[in-house]
C-alpha cells in the first residue's frame, strides 16, 4: 500500500494550507464491529504520537444507527459540524444507515473517487500470491444516488445517473494512480446491455486513455471482469469503474486477497477524504472480538499517507508506511491473527502485535 495516493497529490493538494501544529481528526466507531475495529486502531493512531512525534485530535463524531437511535438522525447537524472543521476522518462501518451517512457524505463533500487497493499479504488464504490492484470506483452516481420510486404498486424504478464529467474524472485518477504503478488501467462496464449509460462511461475512459499514451488500456464488461478476478486476479493493475460495480468488485477482489477484513480503501475529493474499510458492519460477528482490524488500520494508514502528501508532512507519510510493515510483519509471523484469516486472535490482541512491530 506504500505511496498508493503520492501519485493524485496534484488533484487534491489544489487548496492546500500550511502544514498544521495538529491535525483534527473526525472519527466515527460505527456499528456492529465498528467501536471493536476503532478501538484497534486507535491502538496504532497512539503508537503513531508516541514514535512518530505525530499530534493528532481525535474526536468522536456520531453517526449511523446508533446516532438514529438517540437523536432520530443518522447523521445530525452537529457532527456534519464536527466533520467539517476537521483534517480527514476517520470511519468505520455503520449499519442500516449506511446510504443516510457514508453516500450523504460522499455527495455533500464532492468525495468523487472512492480508492480501493486489495493486495495479497501472507498467511492469509488469498487466490494468489501476487495480487496488488486498486479498484477505482466512481463515489456520486450511478444506481446509488438513491433515486428510487414507486409507479404503481407493483413496480419499483430507479434512475441510474451516469455523466460525461464524472465518468472523465473518475477515468482521470485511474490513469494518474497507474502513472505510479504497473500502467496498466481496465476499464469496466457493460456497455453491450447498458449501452447509454455504460456507453457514455466507456467513451469518457477511452477519451481519457488518448491522454496517457504510456498506459496499456483495455476494456472488459463487469461480468467478464467477476470471473477475471477469481481466474488471473494478478493481472489487474488499476480497475476503474462506476458506482455499484465498484462496490460489488472491491468486495470480491478482497475475498480474493483473503478476506474483507484486509482492505481499506478512501473516499477522495480535492479538499477531503473519509477513510474507511470496504467492509460493513458485520453484525454476524459484533460483540465477539474476532473481528479482523487490518482493514481499519490500514485505513488509518492512508489516511495519514493523505495528510502527509496534502501536507508536506514526511513524518506522516513514513508513519504510513510502517504501519502497513508491521501488518505485513505481523501476518507473516502468523501467530496473532484473527479467525477469518484461520488464526485465533482477539481483534485487540493483533493490533498490538502490529503496534509492537512499529519502531
Ligand atoms: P455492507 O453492505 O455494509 O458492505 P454487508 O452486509 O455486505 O455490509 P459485511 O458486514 O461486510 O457485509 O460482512 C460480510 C461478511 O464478511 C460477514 O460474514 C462478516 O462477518 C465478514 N466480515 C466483514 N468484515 C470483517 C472483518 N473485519 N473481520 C472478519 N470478518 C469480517
Request: hydrophobic letters at 45%; proline letters at 4%.
Amino acid at each position: 500500500m506504500a505511496s498508493v495516493l503520492a501519485s493524485l497529490r496534484e488533484l487534491y493538494s489544489r487548496s492546500t494550507s500550511l502544514k498544521p501544529s495538529e491535525y483534527v481528526i473526525a472519527l466515527i466507531q460505527g456499528d456492529g464491529i465498528g467501536p471493536e475495529i476503532t478501538s484497534a486502531a486507535l491502538e496504532i493512531l497512539r503508537r503513531v504520537s508516541e514514535v512518530y512525534g505525530i499530534k493528532l485530535n481525535l474526536r468522536y463524531v456520531e453517526a449511523g444507527d446508533s446516532a438514529l437511535s438517540k437523536y432520530g438522525e443518522a447523521l445530525p447537524k452537529s457532527s456534519i459540524e464536527l466533520i467539517k472543521s476537521s483534517h480527514a476522518c476517520l470511519k468505520a462501518p455503520v449499519g442500516e444507515t449506511s446510504a443516510d451517512v457514508i453516500v450523504r457524505l460522499r455527495i455533500m463533500f464532492d468525495l468523487f473517487a472512492n480508492i480501493r487497493p486489495v493486495k495479497s499479504y501472507p498467511n492469509t488464504q488469498a487466490l494468489s500470491k501476487d495480487i496488488d490492484l486498486i479498484v477505482v470506483r466512481e463515489n456520486t452516481e450511478d444506481l446509488y444516488r438513491g433515486l428510487e420510486f414507486m409507479l404503481n404498486p407493483n413496480t419499483a424504478l430507479a434512475i441510474r445517473v451516469i455523466t460525461y464529467e464524472a465518468s472523465r474524472r473518475i477515468a482521470e485518477v485511474g490513469f494518474r494512480l497507474a502513472l505510479g504503478r504497473k500502467r496498466k488501467v481496465t476499464a469496466v462496464h457493460k456497455s453491450n446491455v447498458l449501452r447509454t449509460t455504460c456507453g457514455l462511461f466507456a467513451k469518457a475512459c477511452r477519451d481519457v486513455a488518448k491522454e496517457f499514451p504510456e498506459i496499456t488500456y483495455e476494456e472488459q464488461y463487469v461480468d467478464a471482469c467477476a470471473a477475471n478476478l477469481v481466474r488471473k486476479p494478478h493481472a489487474f493493475d488499476v480497475i476503474v469503474t462506476t458506482n455499484m460495480f465498484g462496490d460489488i468488485l472491491s468486495d470480491e477482489a478482497a475475498q480474493v486477497a483473503g478476506s474483507l477484513g484486509l482492505a481499506p480503501s478512501c473516499n477522495l475529493g480535492y479538499n477531503y477524504a473519509i477513510f474507511e474499510p470496504i467492509h460493513g458492519a458485520a453484525f454476524d460477528i459484533a460483540g465477539k472480538g474476532i473481528a479482523n482490524p487490518v482493514a481499519m488500520i490500514l485505513s488509518s494508514a492512508l489516511m495519514l499517507e493523505w495528510l502527509g502528501a496534502k501536507y508536506g508532512d514526511v513524518a506522516c507519510i513514513r508513519a504510513a508506511h510502517r504501519i502497513e510493515e508491521a501488518v505485513y510483519n505481523v501476518l507473516l509471523d502468523g501467530r496473532e491473527i484473527t479467525p477469518d484469516l484461520g488464526g485465533t486472535a482477539r481483534t485487540l490482541d493483533m493490533a498490538k502485535a502490529i503496534a509492537a512491530k512499529m519502531t
